[in-house]
């Protein structure tokens, strides 16, 4: 089993929160693991037992070339063991990035395709491979979706309002697994056109399909996915500065973003309590 460490609930303070009635929490999942952080610990705690419980020795995953997925999968196979290789989409570009550079020095064999050939994902890439547990790009299916709901179902904490960045949606489906109907749980998804996730999700979750405690909300992406604006970056640094969380553009920046802007738009209730699940992405040993 990969190391854990329990982490903190932190209660923000400010104006906004206080003109609003409100209260925000912030479940400090960044913080549960070194390397293997945030969300992406609890999607890999399943599929590594079920590698392990195979014997398959080795991990295949893919992911982009700033993937938070390849650097925690990365980190996940050496500390536990098994050898790994990284599909990566696009072309391989040197000096490495600092995600690709840590996933090898982490042991990772990293083999570059072709956009095409990425998006086809053919199961020819994999013939060369044997004896091999293959985890999906950014690691959701129903393994991870247990993982995350294992860790839902764990929130020691009273809350109205549970919020959390959406990429493949894997996380939030776990969410929904493990939460009771009567919290609200909202999405906020880091794709532009996002609207296909619904779908995506209703195939992860049984709950979901049956459930109206949930909801995607789709203008909080900052021109999509990896994109940023200069405000989205000074919002981030003014959050790190008042309240010592750090935050990164590509997903919890958003969502905290995100969360501000429903605040002001009056979305939230007076009284109500707002628990933000920080997913990590940090991408730095804590
Ligand atoms: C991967 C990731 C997500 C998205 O998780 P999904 O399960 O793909 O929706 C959210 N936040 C961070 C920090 C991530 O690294």
């Not at 982490?7 to 390397?35: C, F, S, W, Y």
């Not at 993937?67 to 391989?92: C, D, M, Q, V, Y």
């Not at 640094?237 to 553009?249: D, G, I």
Request: glycine share 10%; charged share 20%; proline share 4%.
């Amino acid at each position: 089993m990969l190391q854990y460490q329990e982490t903190p609930i932190q209660e923000i303070h400010d104006m906004v929160l206080e003109n609003a009635g409100l209260q925000l929490l912030i479940k400090r999942e960044d913080l549960n693991h070194p390397l293997v952080s945030g969300n992406k610990w609890w999607k890999l705690k399943y599929n590594l037992m079920e590698a392990a419980k195979k014997n398959l020795e080795t991990l295949v995953t893919y992911g982009g070339a700033y993937s938070n997925h390849i650097f925690a999968t990365a980190a996940a196979a050496s500390e536990l063991g098994f050898k790994s290789i990284g599909i990566i989409r696009g072309e391989e570009v040197l000096p490495l990035n600092p995600t690709l550079a840590f996933a090898r020095e982490q042991g990772m064999e990293l083999q570059f395709i072709s956009r095409e050939a990425y998006r086809a994902k053919s199961e020819d890439q994999l013939e060369k491979f044997d004896n091999f547990y293959l985890i999906p790009e950014g690691g959701s299916n129903l393994l991870a979706v247990q993982g995350v709901r294992e860790f839902a179902s764990n929130l020691d904490v009273s809350y109205d309002y549970l919020c959390c960045a959406v990429g493949t949606g894997g996380t939030l489906c776990g969410l929904i697994e493990g939460v009771p109907n009567e919290k609200k749980i909202i999405g906020f998804p880091m794709l532009k056109g996002a609207e296909f996730l619904v779908e995506e999700i209703k195939k992860l979750s049984e709950r979901s399909k049956h459930l109206t405690n949930w909801q995607l909300v789709y203008d909080y992406h900052f021109g999509g996915y990896g994109k940023s604006t200069p405000w989205l970056m000074e919002f981030i640094q003014r959050f790190k500065t008042a309240h010592n969380v750090p935050l990164e553009f590509v997903y919890t920046g958003k969502l905290m973003a995100g969360i501000y802007d429903l605040i002001s738009s009056g979305f939230f209730p007076r009284g109500s309590i707002i628990l933000a699940i920080h997913t990590g992405g940090l991408q730095v040993p804590r």
